[in-house]
């Protein structure tokens, strides 16, 4: 009897287990830390919430980003029902900056084997030079923030703090082994990591403590939607400059020649979104003014002599510009000499071409309207005295004409003159129009 109610006993303690796998929401962050990036980490917070996952997961790859951005991020993930996981990896990845930052404010802190983060160090976020007294106070504001997060979470405020304002980037193994520690476990892989966090024991930021369960979890992978992946896309620095070239030459390409419509449209568009990210971006606008007058030089080029001069000039204007227009040494932020080289090479071709059409056909002889039919050659439809009126065909059409010289039916004339509705003819071999005969 005490051996069937105990067999009873251990079933009904099984059936909550087995009702209800415990569920995980992972999510993969690859970009810069910036507006986008901060709305999906919200909103997969926000639908494992009203999901009522057991934990998320997000694996974090970064070479930095925007304070604010990481600020958002860092509430949504303190301000979360259930825990967060923020996992540096695969291995060779890294979480940098701002990276950091999110990474000591998550609930768990995980890297894989080869990954390191730090170097967190703010700088402007257009690049610019920023004076001795702004970049202490910035720096200053950033350490303070670093150090409540580390302090919060039970990790190690100092080394928080030389990440900020010394610049220091830790492997996962001196993050782990740091006294007390920077991260709570170092995993080869999410499968590794939920492994290892099976029964594992969370603090919580309000206190409350969580003892995670996840064997035999379901895992629901989040990605972004396809609005967020263009806008993140786009700031990419290499795409920024290519939005950035391609709208220019559209705009150039319109004002040459008004009323295509269509580049401008899509050099306005362009534009817009270079500039988007160019907010994001650490951008040296001595780069982008370096650029633009790169493109003026190739325009200037157009319009006068130089044989080659000022288009030579505006070629190097612009590979300058281009390399000195990311103003950051992370290496996912660099353009690369190949895409400097080939995308500038090809942009100054694509202005030069279209800029010797669009001079060509300006200084062509109009085609259409009055100034159109001068020049013209036309046959005279019947004989008439000088200074007296008759007919002739020209450009598919019959026109009244006059002309200072006596014509007969049959001879071919020039149209020298138009007059309202009447052409000033003379016969064709005749003297210019305004010269004498002899």
């Not at 999410?190 to 290892?196: A, I, P």
């Not at 064997?215 to 263009?230: C, D, L, P, S």
């Not at 000499?337 to 059409?357: C, E, H, K, N, Y």
């Amino acid at each position: 009897m005490a051996t069937l109610i105990t067999s009873f006993a251990t079933i009904l303690q099984d059936v909550p287990n087995n009702s209800r796998r415990p569920l995980v929401y992972a999510a993969e962050v690859e970009a810069l830390i910036q507006p986008v990036s901060a709305e999906f980490i919200s909103q997969t917070i926000d639908l494992a919430n009203a999901n009522d996952a057991d934990l998320i997961v997000f694996t974090l790859r970064t070479p930095g980003g925007l304070v604010d951005s990481t600020r958002s991020i860092n509430t949504s993930i303190i301000e979360a029902e259930i825990p967060v996981v923020v996992y540096i990896g695969p291995s060779g990845a890294r979480a940098a900056s701002a990276g950091f930052l999110i990474t000591i404010a998550a609930d768990i802190a995980a890297m894989a084997p080869g990954t390191h983060i730090g170097a967190a160090h703010p700088v402007s976020g257009d690049g610019q030079s920023m004076d001795e007294t702004m970049a202490e106070k910035v720096a200053s504001d950033v350490a303070a923030y670093a150090r409540s997060l580390a302090a919060q979470r039970g990790r190690n405020v100092d080394l928080s703090e030389k990440a900020v304002l010394e610049s220091q980037s830790f492997t996962e193994r001196e993050a782990f082994e740091a006294d007390p520690p920077l991260i709570d476990l170092v995993a080869s892989n999410l499968n590794d990591l939920l492994q290892q966090l099976d029964g594992y024991q969370v603090s919580r930021w309000n206190g409350e403590t969580v003892i995670l369960n996840t064997t035999n979890a379901r895992i629901e992978y989040v990605t972004m939607n396809w609005r967020q992946q263009i806008l993140s896309a786009i700031a990419h620095p290499q795409v920024a400059v290519l939005l950035f070239s391609l709208g220019t030459l559209g705009l150039t390409i319109e004002l040459w020649n008004p009323g295509g419509i269509f580049p401008g449209v899509i050099g306005g568009l362009c534009l817009l979104l270079a500039f988007f990210a160019f907010q994001i971006l650490p951008i040296n606008y001595v780069g982008l003014l370096l650029i633009l007058f790169g493109l003026a030089l190739l325009v200037a080029e157009m319009l006068t002599i130089t044989y080659g001069l000022l288009a030579t000039g505006g070629i190097v204007s612009m590979v300058l510009g281009a390399l000195i227009l990311i103003d950051s040494p992370a290496p996912e932020l660099q353009l690369g000499w190949p895409f400097i080289i080939s995308s500038m090479l090809a942009l100054s071709l694509i202005v030069l071409v279209l800029g010797r059409l669009s001079v060509r056909a300006q200084l062509s002889p109009s085609v259409t309207g009055s100034s159109g039919l001068i020049e013209q050659v036309g046959e005279a439809l019947g004989s008439f005295d000088s200074g007296s009126v008759g007919q002739v065909r020209t450009h598919g059409e019959i026109w009244t004409a006059t002309s200072d010289e006596n014509i007969l039916a049959g001879d071919s004339v020039r149209v020298v003159a138009v007059n309202g509705m009447r052409l000033t003819v003379r016969l064709i071999g005749s003297q210019p129009y305004g010269g004498s005969n002899t």
